[in-house]
């Protein structure tokens, strides 16, 4: 169905941030921004970059999850200012039970599904999934989908 990403990001955001108090969660994003999508899977998608933007960062670090119409795309970009990901991990971060593994990461927990699952949905939906991150500065997750077309039915009325 057709839903306002910006209202459901928006929402996702303060109902994470209830029970993740260690972060500030910063939102912005001006609606509404129709797409097509099972929201459910949306909800997931957003839940598994929030719960890696927190696990991967600092305590009292923050989180900013921006929303915005680039060029008919729905663009929603979620970046924290944690570890970072080593460019040698980049190309197997989407793989099933792929983690990076150092000293850092080796102390926090993780099945390494997330970034799968997330791709799977993106894909399902026709989007895209983009990475950017410095070691020792943080990450940004770049999730793109296709602003929901309108159409519009004119009825004329003839005697
Ligand atoms: P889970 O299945 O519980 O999500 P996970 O978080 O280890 O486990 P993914 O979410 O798939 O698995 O992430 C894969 C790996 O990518 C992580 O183990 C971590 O090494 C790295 N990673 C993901 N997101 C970030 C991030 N925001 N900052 C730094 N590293 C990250
Ligand atoms: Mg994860």
């Known amino acids: 169905s057709t839903f306002d990403i910006v209202e459901l990001?928006?929402?996702?955001?303060?109902?994470?941030?209830?029970?993740?108090?260690?972060?500030?969660?910063?939102?912005?994003?001006?609606?509404?921004?129709?797409?097509?999508?099972?929201?459910?899977?949306?909800?997931?998608?957003?839940?598994?970059?929030?719960s890696n933007a927190i696990k991967y960062s600092p305590d009292g670090g923050t989180v900013s999850i921006e929303v915005q119409n680039q060029d008919g795309?729905?663009?929603?970009?979620?970046?924290?200012?944690?570890?970072?990901?080593?460019?040698?991990?980049?190309?197997?971060?989407?793989?099933?039970?792929?983690?990076?593994?150092?000293?850092?990461?080796?102390?926090?927990?993780?099945?390494?599904?997330?970034l799968s699952i997330c791709k799977e949905i993106v894909k399902h939906?026709?989007?895209?999934?983009?990475v950017e991150s410095t070691v020792g500065v943080g990450s940004t997750f770049t999730i793109r989908f296709p602003v929901a077309v309108i159409s519009t039915i004119l009825t004329y009325e003839t005697e």
């Open 9 to 50: 990001a928006n929402d996702v955001t303060d109902f994470y941030g209830a029970s993740h108090t260690t972060h500030t969660l910063a939102f912005a994003g001006n609606g509404p921004i129709m797409i097509d999508a099972d929201s459910e899977k949306i909800k997931q998608l957003l839940n598994n970059l929030l």
């Open 73 to 114: 795309f729905a663009e929603i970009k979620i970046r924290d200012e944690g570890m970072g990901i080593p460019q040698e991990a980049m190309s197997k971060l989407f793989d099933k039970f792929y983690r990076v593994d150092n000293s850092e990461t080796r102390k926090i927990g993780g099945t390494g599904l997330g």
């Open 125 to 130: 939906h026709n989007g895209t999934i983009d």
